[in-house]
């Protein structure tokens, strides 16, 4: 177990965590998490996440003499691998409060770090940050933590509203993940057993395959814009497409999950957070899984070397949340659903919510597994993914209860 500070380039800062199965590097800018390795059953070390090509490496987009092959967004200008949305998960708007920035403030902001080290009781390592809107007048905490032999990286978000009205909000987490890890032929899986695609100019400068505004059960089968369907479980090699679905948690379910397997490499990348039956007093849930299939169908800039050009971008965003889609909080009221599920969340005026969430990345000896699983259940080793006869098993603590643990303690001491 190791935690340590790491300089990138100058003004970019991160840290890195790391047990024996996997390592973490975490940006300050935007918490973007931008390396999540394990080791390969033959040897070396493979990240999951994206790296865009795009990515800038200056001290912010404002200053750089480029910031319009960017959209002058910071977002875009730092964005990488697995990142929290909050408030806003969608397009950037100007609101009552000034800018609410694409995939919102949280993505776009410097994070402070504020504490890190080891814990006595679990053997782990944490890091402890913050960002704060002054603005608007909440701020959001987070806690991120590895245990000792299970390849998962743990998180704790605590939400405060600072102001005197309620905050409404979107809450989503983004798993952004990309090659070597991604090619044609990995097969997609998730907890949500109904899904809707979105209007088709929630995502600008797209070309897209899927028809929009329309709501299917079984994404084996998805409608197509020309006719016929397409299973979206596969991964297509570049197809020039892009297309964004979001698909409810099940109301009953302890366990809200997705995830990403690579036959030809026997890796499993697996994201799951507490399902809505399994949230305690004070947390948040995230009710959709979203999936954004970057097929290479984005033809503006920064996706495109100039506008109108073929798109550099080749990835999936597997993450999940408390979302209408890609539209954001623009138009967004407390009492909008999809699926009968809530599409915001309510922080109420001086109070704060919680939210836990976690993405292992780890080989499987099972073959078979690369033809995907049926069923995810929580057992006391972790997390046992079943196809028929054949399972595998991910070490975990699948209700979060080392990190809550520590949250309390950490938190008290703050």
Request: aromatic share 12%; net charge negative; proline share 5%.
């Amino acid at each position: 177990m190791d935690i340590r500070r790491l300089r990138l380039w100058e003004s970019r800062n991160a840290t890195v965590l790391t047990n024996d199965l996997i390592q973490v590097v975490l940006e300050d800018q935007g918490s973007m998490v931008l390396e999540l390795s394990a080791l390969l059953e033959k040897g070396g070390r493979i990240n999951a996440h994206l790296m865009p090509y795009y990515r800038g490496t200056g001290t912010s987009v404002f200053s750089d003499e480029n910031a319009e092959f960017w959209k002058t967004s910071p977002f875009l200008y730092q964005k990488a691998g697995s990142y929290f949305s909050f408030p806003n998960y969608g397009p950037s708007y100007d609101g009552i409060q000034g800018l609410q920035e694409q995939s919102g403030f949280t993505a776009s902001a410097y994070w402070m770090v504020e504490r890190y080290g080891t814990d006595p009781e679990f053997g782990g390592v944490w890091l402890m940050s913050m960002v704060r809107n002054r603005k608007e007048h909440y701020q959001v905490r987070k806690i991120d933590m590895l245990l000792p032999n299970h390849p998962v990286h743990y998180t704790a978000i605590f939400i405060t509203n600072n102001g005197s009205e309620d905050l409404l909000a979107n809450t989503a987490w983004n798993n952004e993940v990309g090659s070597p890890f991604l090619e044609s032929g990995c097969v997609l899986n998730a907890s949500a057993q109904s899904w809707r695609t979105g209007p088709e100019e929630s995502l600008t400068g797209v070309v897209s395959r899927l028809q929009p505004n329309v709501q299917f059960d079984d994404w084996k089968k998805a409608p197509l814009k020309q006719g016929g369907t397409v299973d979206l479980t596969e991964v297509s090699p570049p197809i020039g497409k892009t297309d964004f679905i979001s698909g409810a948690i099940p109301r009953l379910s302890n366990l809200g999950w997705s995830s990403v397997i690579n036959p030809r490499q026997q890796m499993v990348y697996f994201t799951f957070f507490p399902g809505p039956q399994a949230l305690g007093e004070g947390e948040i849930g995230l009710n959709f899984n979203n999936f954004l299939f970057d097929y290479g169908g984005r033809t503006e800039t920064p996706w495109a070397l100039y506008p109108g050009g073929m798109s550099q971008q080749y990835s999936i965003n597997c993450g999940s949340g408390t979302n209408n889609l890609y539209a954001g909080t623009k138009e967004a009221s407390a009492s909008d659903t999809l699926f009968d599920a809530d599409t915001t969340v309510i922080i109420p005026a001086g109070e704060t919510r919680s939210l836990y969430y976690a993405t292992a990345f780890a080989p499987y000896d099972n073959n078979r597994i690369g033809g995907n699983f049926y069923t995810v259940e929580q057992v006391e080793e972790g997390l046992l993914l079943k196809r028929t006869r054949s399972y595998a098993i991910i070490p975990a603590d699948s209700v979060f209860h080392c990190i809550k643990t520590l949250a309390k303690r950490v938190m008290a001491t703050d």
